[in-house]
């Protein structure tokens, strides 16, 4: 569909749902279809002249349901935006279309022992605010929770915060279930279940409209934040893989930053030196009293301590120096910077930390996060700053990294199977065949979309026949 | 000592100290003198003809410093006693003496959000009870809970329940400090942080006299306790992997029985085949759902199912299956077996179990424990059962576990570093030395005291120098 055509069909669409809350002002639409991919240079580039030619912020199902029903009705791309806060672009229409602002559905809808199922536009950081009372807390969420939704994070999320204990989000047991809007002429809502539920995760929302996402929560703990600083770089992870491997050691999330990344870090680095590195850990409170004996044994200094509640009253939590925090700090003060992202072997990801180190020296910054993996293994994984030169360089050290057994989940690039190395399941693509059978959320997202007919395509793998309506 | 200089010492005490809390009848004193060590024919050998020569119940730190300080003037032995449900005989005298009976040490001393001090004598199922109702529970506990005291499992515990999420609780971070009262002409009493106080744990009270343990807290969850059966012994052990592996599925136990142990469980195996092979778990209930999802895949079914709550009202906790409960339960039904105590390597236990239980067939029934170690590595621990025939034929048993790169940690031996692959740290002989001088708590129990000075022993391993007094 041509730039004409479409712009045809929104007509009709906008005479036929004039009643909605529309955004069409070009420089707004424009704006809102922006996420944080400008991290990546490739992608700024990439994804320039992408956008919508319209928004709609609907303000109930109804809404939303006559809104997908009459995009399908003209075969208009229809996308979902939540905070806006992804770094490939997850929200960009690559084919223009309606980008459906969804946050308008913030409520929380159950809360109880353990578990809360709220919408899909709901803030991280809401849903943490009104559970926390009960003594319960996300699992894990990403550095961005102050403004990312719940579906951002279900749809476009790995884990972050919290991974440390709980793996990805999309290891079993975080997620319970979805309710899901399909994208067809009558549109139809859909309760569905982990496993199955987690066939919508990561997959930017281009395979169904997450309405609800329904959470196993973590008991909250009185939550210490420290920066502690080393001269020396391998102190500094071995204190941060003490810690972290430490099952008597109760923590929340922890990160280990090579000099000069801390000196990006403009409110905080007053309390250290340009040539430290540091690690920032949230620990129960109860476990802190370990931090002075480690901290001796691998030659480290406090430099920032606070309670969580210290740091949400101030807006200035330790946390948001984390997971992709880092790298806009950094691109604040350096703007020639961007990222990598990759998977250290659990196995020996103390000695490939120090080699990848040693090879690149000062063109790629360590920035190491802990966590662990979908078979409960403590592992890292890296957000390395790059000195960046060219696209054929970046590519360069991104196979030296998979040369050295690292794996490289790439973020210069804007197609689902070309973040996770090159491959997909094929029920993701059956998912989107049962609920949005004519490809309109996000055409071009999914490329295994395009080419359906060469894989072996479950026809139910949601199991729905009967089950879930 | 002889009996006699013993029978004379004894006499001069009690004169000393009438209005002590006396047990003197023999019988009465013998059986106070027994701990489960039974379990095991050839301790119960080697220990058969072992009691004390008299036994005390303080009613105060006073009446304790008393009964201590008129022991060490006279030279006699004393030995501390808590719930006697060790395994080892591990309050088992070795040369006589007064055997304490801490059990009136049994108050909470302070209680703050996920810490508790208590007193040494009092029940781990007591601390819980007043615990839970502010949202925390114990870390780790032995089967013996609702009998075992504090000062036990820190004396002579390893860790049990709990400790597939915190490790043994010899694991930084689970106890924080203990309060010691010094076996010396004038007892001194001694408040040493942890990691220092590490040193007198496991060390079956010979270097030490434990008041008062800190321990931290975890939080509390809605806990089921289920047991499932299976056909297949690989499809069980593979159903309890993948719920130990999974970082999102919360559990506080996970245990794998081989036929025929399910079929001892008296009031239990009506629910099942004796052919069949059980995992008992316990799991927090917001990850339940995915139990129906795993039992499909492993081919297996529920046969016992209720909530913590339930189990605790009815005084049938499936908890009291696991750990060394699950011989007990054996030997009532079966007086000729006998057990093991292995540590599978991490890397590598599911073969290791598999190799061992094809190699010896019936006579070494497979008990499997899931834990994390001290580095946070997912592992099995055994508590094999074994066809108990003679002392040389167990000795070969485990020879070939050690041939197959299976630790062993022998519970048929009563010293201290026999039970350890024959070595300790110097530095827990050190603490004797420095808090036991003379060597009189339970003289026999810890080898390395009788060759100390063939030890390079640190004059002051809990840095008490002014530190903590």
Known sequence: MDSEQRKHALALIQQALPELDWTLHAPKVKRLSRDFHWFSPVL????EDKQADAVVRPRSEEEL??????????????????????????LVPLEGGILVDMTGFNQICELVSGVVRAQAG????????LTRPSGWELRCMPSTYRLASLGGLYGGGFGGIGSINYGPLGAPGNVLSVKVM???AEPRILHIPAPQALLLHHAYGSNGIVLEVELALAPVHQWIERLDVFDDFTDALDYADAFARSPGLVKRQLALFAAPIPSYFSHL????QASQHAVISVIAQESEGFCSHLLEKYRGHSAVRQ???EACEANASLMEY???????HALKIDSTLTYLQTAFNYTNYRQQIIDMADLFGDEVI???EFLRDNDGNITTSGLQLVRYSTEERLNEIMDTFRNNDVKINNPHVYQIEDGKQGEIKPEVVSVKKCLDPKGLLNPGKLRGWDVRDTLVLDNDPLLLTDRYQ
């Open 182 to 184: 399909t994208m067809e």
């Open 366 to 368: 360590s920035h190491i």
């Open 307 to 309: 309670s969580a509640e």
């Open 322 to 328: 984390c997971w992709n925090h880092t790298t806009l």
């Open 65 to 90: 349901r006559l809104l997908v029903k009459t995009c399908v009705q003209h075969q208009l791309p229809l996308i979902l935006r939540g905070g806006a806060t992804g770094n490939y672009g997850q």
């Open 122 to 129: 709901i803030r991280l950081a809401e849903i943490e605010m």
């Open 269 to 272: 680095n007053g309390n250290y």
């Open 44 to 47: 700024k580039r990439l994804l």
